[in-house]
């Protein structure tokens, strides 16, 4: 199958992506379907996946997006720990520690288009009255969702989740 940014179809998996292309950006797009594997299995058939915002409103007679929840970060967060998992289930891939990994994912967050809803996380740099980078209370709150998404999940539960997934819609997949 061939999955250009939401779509897939048949033919060899394969992901576009408008950044650099590398290894990276095919765990991050199947830790996507893992994780809809996990919260929404019907979501996880590679021919549905795609994202969408339930709320929208309407300027000048044109509709767009307007998300009233921060639930689409809240899903690429559990989608980092899902791909966290994965590249730590390759030895070759896991050429980065844990912080880094989660300091890069947190901040990554931030281009989602729901992020303005995301909590602040108290910080202590604000405490004590230093200045605070735009953002970074978000940011902070994000890690540390990440960090115990991370926790909340094994190897295991993802190489599991990973054969289910691709026995169901892979029939000649073979694993992780
Ligand atoms: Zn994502």
């Given at each position: 199958m061939v999955v250009r940014n939401e779509k897939v179809s048949d033919g060899p998996v394969g992901f576009l992506t408008r950044y650099q292309p590398d290894i990276m950006?095919?765990?991050?797009?199947?830790?996507?379907?893992?994780?809809?594997?996990?919260?929404?299995?019907?979501?996880?058939?590679?021919?549905?996946?795609?994202?969408?915002?339930?709320?929208?409103?309407?300027?000048?007679?044109?509709?767009?997006?307007q998300p009233a929840t921060c639930q689409a970060t809240q899903r690429e967060i559990r989608t980092f720990a899902i791909e966290y998992h994965l590249l730590k289930s390759h030895p070759l891939l896991c050429t980065f520690e844990r912080d880094t990994y989660v300091d890069i994912?947190?901040?990554?967050?931030?281009?989602?288009?729901?992020?303005?809803?995301?909590?602040?996380?108290?910080?202590?740099?604000?405490?004590?009255?230093?200045?605070?980078?735009?953002?970074?209370?978000q940011i902070d709150w994000c890690a540390k969702e990440i960090n115990l998404a991370i926790d909340a999940l094994s190897e295991d539960d993802v190489i599991s989740l990973y054969r289910t997934w691709s026995d169901k819609h892979l029939s000649d997949a073979s694993p992780v």
């Open positions: 950006v095919f765990y991050h797009e199947l830790a996507h379907l893992l994780e809809f594997q996990r919260s929404d299995p019907v979501r996880a058939d590679p021919y549905q996946y795609r994202f969408e915002c339930k709320t929208q409103i309407e300027v000048n007679g044109e509709e767009y997006d994912a947190a901040f990554l967050c931030r281009l989602m288009p729901d992020f303005f809803n995301v909590p602040a996380l108290p910080s202590t740099e604000k405490e004590k009255g230093l200045r605070v980078p735009y953002n970074q209370p």
